[in-house]
């Protein structure tokens, strides 16, 4: 009976992971391509000047241990404080998430960059549908007995993961010597055999961290997917039902993407992890980021003061 009951478990586990796996493999992506390929005047994705670091930081600032993509001649692969206050502060578009879109037969992805403490792996969820298959992905997780169990069942693989998101520069390794970088940094993905309209939805695969001297725990496993809050819904409620990322609308079918790795929003700065995607399309309008030089605000904030006091000098002259 004992042994009867385990084949059954295992065949169940083996029909929902190949009912997954049918869904997935009508792409094929493209081994890494180092950081060198990306944009002009970059010298590879160990520079130290693609490091931004800021000791004692203010929330929804870098951290310390932030890792994000700089200095190259190309500006859609950089990331500065100025992008980052742009993930923070614009709008959780629809209130529901932007859900992405193939806008041509293949898609490049590139990992710019991590705001966050925890190691994290992205991957394709699914290409097809509007929303995830909850059944598909879930279930095998289920019969393998619990979320943070990556060893019975691991829902990524090397059919469907992009980028290692602090692989070579974990948090310890960060703070011994806030010198490492991730390895995947500024590299890139190319996703093809797409068809033009197909929704893509991307898993964050969150991982287990524990570290004690600062009292960081996160002991499970945790799965956040992009676009609309019913993407992270569950039946079981191990995911949270809110939505996990924002994009940034760079023009020309390209977009960042930020995600927040934290059960229930975290900080909701959604720079936990940035990624450049292009040849994508979303599902909502997302106007490009208005840009307002600083010489500029402060002459329209001059003419506004000035406007005031010529109004209250108006209404306080006698009337003759």
Known sequence: MRYSRYVFNTCLIAGSLSLFSAVTQAYS??????????????????????????????????????????????????????????????????????????ASESVRVTFLGTGAARNSVLFLAQQGSALLDRNAFWDPIYASGGSNNLLAYNP????????????GCEYAQAKAGNSCVPDNLGQSRVISGLTVGDSLIFGLQALVLHYNSDNIHYPNTNYFFSGDATNNQDNRGWNDGQVHTKVLNLGNNRFLVG????????????????????????DIPVPPPTVVSEPASVSLLGLLLGGLLWRRRLANKPIK
């Not at 927040?260 to 994508?280: P, Q, S, T, Y």
Request: hydrophobic share 35%; net charge negative.
């Open 259 to 282: 995600f927040e790795d934290i059960w229930g929003g975290g900080d909701r700065d959604f720079n936990d992890n940035v990624f450049l995607f292009e040849g994508v399309s979303v």
């Open 156 to 167: 990524v693989n090397d059919a469907n993961r992009l980028f290692e998101t602090r692989g």
């Open 29 to 102: 992506m493209s081994d890494l391509q180092d950081a060198s390929t990306n944009g002009s005047g970059w010298s590879g994705e160990t520079a130290d000047y693609q490091i931004i670091a800021t000791p004692g930081a203010t929330p929804g600032t870098n951290e310390w241990f932030s890792r994000y993509t700089r200095g190259n001649g190309d500006s859609r692969f950089n990331i500065d404080e100025s992008i980052l206050g742009q993930f923070k502060n614009a709008p959780l578009q629809d209130n529901t998430g932007a859900g992405l879109a193939a």
